[in-house]
Structure formats: structure tokens, C-alpha cells
């Protein structure tokens, strides 16, 4: 990896913004990129400027009018050689993931197979944008609607996923026909721009429009630039749920389209009737994998009661057994937090659920010592909490873990339903009715339900995302396509007559 980050360090330290094959000089401030992991500097990279932004949206802009002609096969080829060209690099990648945002080798390396999946898909589905024909009440006459790309997709994303959901929107968004414009967080730059570096030649090489992937490097205000451009039809944005609101504030305001993937609080409900194993190891996961810095991570588990303290011994012994440490060492299941406000948040939360009564059955702490030297490492908690209290309402990006008691399913729903956001969730049961019970009208308020899996993962064959505070949005599979086209109802009169729908008569 030393090699691919020196080449990195050579093409960041100046710039800022990307038309895609090429870099455009910027004179804004200077943002380092430091590594959760040592500390260390990896390198720096200037803000996008205001010259940087206008250059980079008009580029877009022009590029999208040529872009949209390409047929939708060709453009799906493009991606495809993309696709090819992130297995290429699929180790190095994911090590940079890994050291800059700090999650685990195996989760950066299944960050970038997650990249290379959905250009497997967008291939597929440039074949495959589908509209309908209908029959129409008059004679002589056919419908159908057909889709066309939108203009310019904005996509603003978050440090715990620095590449996916970029892909995600990405690659559907160009075979749809659209430009992006990729604002990556300003705590991940280098993984964005590495990105940028390994898919220029495939466009170049295709002769792709220049400007049909372009990024800004900075801050709130690039984001906020973004969001109120009326050249700039889609924002998809990624992040708190604070940052969402804005975003859709924005957006909303100038009649523009946006797709937002926010805050979650989710939980795993563990039936009496669960595979205890099963479920432990779910839990775990879904609440430590990424410093428990996934929007889908575990928050909350939700136990029935006559099998509650079994199931606690069980999970505090798990706890015991995990190892905290350098994220490079597949040995270690724990990396660090982001960055030292995370721990502070971290800290702050631990401290609120403790003035609300929480116990803490694995006390939380900051790591300290020369492998820890960063100051961003800290100890996976669990505390024992009631359903009401205010902290166990709210997303804290760290791995907090809240244990409480139900009784019946329909509670356990109930509690499950009771926090503002719904992105994740899940039922442990081997019981068909209370499965089928969680799936149902009545069950999940959640845009993913799952049995028998954790809340943490997915699939990109699966639409993506929630509802309530989470947003509403859905990225990725499915129809999610849809988000970043728009539709035309088509109307051919071939007869030899003009009849009037409805049947109304008109003379003249």
C-alpha cells in the first residue's frame, strides 16, 4: 500500500477539485487528512475554492449534455471497466479505507467489493431502464412513459462509508445518464480522491465527457453551495440527521429532488425462541463492527425476559473475548473511533446514561498507552437501560450498546418502534408468527426488517435506506434507479382524428 499512498500524496497535496480526468488548482485552505489509526499525517489537500466550485459545475453541466446521448449499454460498459478496474486495485483500496476512516481491514476490503457489486449491477441495469405502456380510452391513440436523466447529481458523503455510497449513487446515476458531483466528508478526503485517480484513465481511455465525475474536497459550505444550486436537480446526502434537514430545507426550497440516507437507532429484538448463538454473534457485530460508527449498527437489544440473564452472561462473555486495536491487524475485531470529538461524544453519552439511571454491566473507557496513541481507541460498552430513557432515543456514532427487557412481541415492537429514527432492525426467532408478526403491517416501522440477521449489512441488490428521521430516502438496488431519472408520459395520436379524452367535444 505504501506506493499507492505516495502516488496519492503526490496528486492531493494541491488539489481540491476534479473534473474526473482532470485536476483544477485551488486556493483554499489547506485540510489534513490524519489517521484515526496512528495519528499520523497521511497527507493534505486544499479546499475547494469558489472559482474551483463554478469550473467544476459547469464542466458537469456540459458533460451531462453529451453524456445523456450516449446510449444506456454504452454507458454501462464504461462502468463496467470501472468495476474492473476497482478489482484491480481492491487491496490497496481497501487498506486506505481502512487507515483513513480506521474500520477494519476486512470491513475496507468489504467496502470495496461493495463497490465492485454495484458496478455489476448498474452494468445490468443499463439494459434494463424499463417504462410502461398503457392502453388509452381513445382510439387510434398509444401511452407509455419512458425515463430520462435528470441533469446533475450532488452527492454529499459520510467518513463511515468513504467510498460505497458514493458508488452507489454513482454508478446508477451514470448509466442513467446523469454527471456527479462528489462532495466526500472532509474527515475521509484521500479515499475520495483516490477513487478519482483510479477511474481517470477508464475515462479517458472512453473519451467520457470531461466533468461526468468530478469532485469538491471541503467543508459545510461546499455542501450548503450545493444543496442550493438550482443547476444541481439531485442531492443524495448521507449524514445526521441535523445535516439531512438542512439538506431537504434547501433543496426543498428551490423545488429540487433530494435523497437523504440519515441518522439510525436500531435495534435487535431476541425472542425466548431465538438461536441464543445466532444472536449473540449478530449482536456483537452489529454493535462493535466499525466502532459502531455504521448508521445500521446494533443500539439496542431488546431481551425477553425469561431468557434474559442467560442471554447477558453470554453476551458479556463475548465482550470479554474482543480485541481492540491497529485495524490493520485482522487479528484485533475493534479499530478507533474517527476522531477525538467522536470520543468526546462517546464519553458525553456514557455520562447521560448514567445521570438516567443506566447500569453499566461493561463500563466504557478511553484506551490509553503507545498502541493507542492516537487517543481515538475506546472500550465497546453495554448498558443495562429502560426504553424510556432519553439517551437510548438518540444516535451516538459509537460502539454504546443499550440491554433491556420485554415481555411479549408486541411490546418488544412497541419498543422497537418507539425511537424517532428507522433505518434497521431485527428479530431473533425461530417462532414463524412472531417473525411474521415483526414483517407485518404492524411490525417494523423500519426500511430494512430482517429475521435471524443482524441490523448491520446489506446487500446492494436491495433498495437501501429508511424512514422517519432516517430520511425516506433508498439507494442501490431495487428500483432505486428511479431516484435519479425523470418521468415522461408519451401520448401518439396516429389517426386520422383528434378525439378528446374524457370524451369531450370540441367544434370549431
Not at 348 to 366: D, L, W
Amino acid at each position: 500500500m505504501s506506493n499507492f499512498i505516495e502516488k496519492l500524496r503526490i496528486s492531493s497535496v494541491n488539489q481540491g477539485v476534479s473534473t474526473g480526468q482532470f485536476y483544477i488548482g485551488s486556493s483554499g485552505a489547506i485540510l489534513p487528512s490524519h489517521s484515526p489509526v496512528d495519528g499520523a499525517l497521511i497527507a493534505s489537500v486544499y479546499l475547494a475554492d469558489d472559482n474551483g466550485y463554478e469550473t467544476v459545475v459547469r464542466k458537469a453541466n456540459e458533460a451531462f449534455l453529451e453524456w445523456r446521448t450516449w446510449p444506456a449499454p454504452k454507458r454501462g460498459d464504461v462502468v463496467r471497466q470501472i468495476g474492473e478496474k476497482l478489482r484491480e486495485f481492491k487491496e490497496p483500496l481497501g487498506k486506505l479505507v481502512s487507515y483513513e476512516m480506521g474500520k477494519s481491514l476486512q470491513e475496507g476490503l468489504g467496502e470495496v467489493q461493495e463497490m465492485i457489486d454495484i458496478c455489476d449491477f448498474a452494468v445490468g441495469l443499463s439494459r434494463q431502464l424499463y417504462g410502461l405502456t398503457m392502453h388509452s380510452e381513445r382510439p387510434g391513440h398509444r401511452m407509455y412513459e419512458q425515463w430520462h436523466p435528470l441533469g446533475i447529481t450532488g452527492i454529499i458523503s459520510a467518513f463511515n462509508f468513504p467510498v460505497a455510497v458514493w458508488s452507489w449513487n454513482a454508478m446508477l446515476s451514470w448509466v442513467c445518464g446523469n454527471a456527479c458531483i462528489w462532495k466526500p466528508s472532509e474527515k475521509t478526503p484521500l479515499c475520495a480522491i483516490a477513487c478519482q485517480n483510479l477511474i481517470s484513465d477508464v475515462l479517458l481511455q472512453n473519451n467520457v465527457p470531461e466533468g461526468v465525475s468530478c469532485i469538491l474536497i471541503g467543508d459545510k459550505y461546499i455542501g450548503e453551495k450545493m444543496s442550493n444550486d438550482v443547476r444541481i436537480p439531485l442531492i443524495s446526502a448521507t449524514g445526521s440527521t441535523r445535516m439531512g434537514k438542512a439538506v431537504a430545507s434547501a433543496v426543498a426550497s428551490r423545488l429540487g429532488k433530494s435523497l437523504l440516507e440519515l441518522g439510525g437507532n436500531n435495534a435487535i429484538i431476541v425472542s425466548k425462541d431465538a438461536d441464543i448463538d445466532i444472536a449473540v454473534i449478530a449482536s456483537v457485530f452489529g454493535a462493535v463492527g466499525t466502532a459502531g460508527q455504521r448508521c445500521t449498527s446494533s443500539r439496542r437489544l431488546i431481551v425477553q425476559e425469561d431468557i434474559y440473564d442467560i442471554f447477558k452472561d453470554k453476551l458479556v462473555n463475548a465482550y470479554q473475548q474482543l480485541r481492540i486495536g491497529d485495524p490493520m491487524n485482522e487479528e484485533n475485531h475493534v479499530g478507533p473511533l474517527i476522531d477525538t470529538d467522536a470520543v468526546k461524544n462517546y464519553l458525553a453519552a456514557i455520562e447521560s446514561c448514567k445521570k438516567e439511571g443506566g447500569n453499566f454491566i461493561i463500563e466504557g473507557a478511553v484506551l490509553e498507552g503507545i498502541e493507542y496513541k492516537s487517543g481515538c481507541y475506546v472500550k465497546p460498552c453495554i448498558a443495562e437501560v429502560f426504553a424510556h430513557y432519553a439517551i437510548v432515543h438518540h444516535e451516538t456514532f459509537a460502539p454504546i450498546l443499550y440491554l433491556m427487557k420485554y415481555k411479549s412481541i408486541e411490546e418488544a415492537i412497541a419498543i422497537q418502534n418507539s425511537v424517532p429514527q428507522g433505518l434497521s432492525s431485527s428479530v431473533m426467532t425461530l417462532n414463524l408468527r412472531e417473525a411474521e408478526l415483526f414483517l407485518s403491517v404492524a411490525g417494523s416501522d423500519c426500511g430494512i426488517a430482517n429475521v435471524n440477521i443482524g441490523t448491520s449489512g446489506a446487500e446492494i441488490g436491495g433498495a437501501f435506506g429508511g424512514e422517519k428521521e432516517t430520511g425516506g430516502g433508498r439507494e442501490s438496488g431495487s428500483d432505486a434507479w428511479k431516484n435519479y431519472m425523470r418521468r415522461q408520459t408519451n401520448t401518439i395520436n396516429w389517426s386520422g382524428t383528434l378525439p378528446l379524452a374524457q370524451g369531450i367535444t370540441f367544434n370549431i
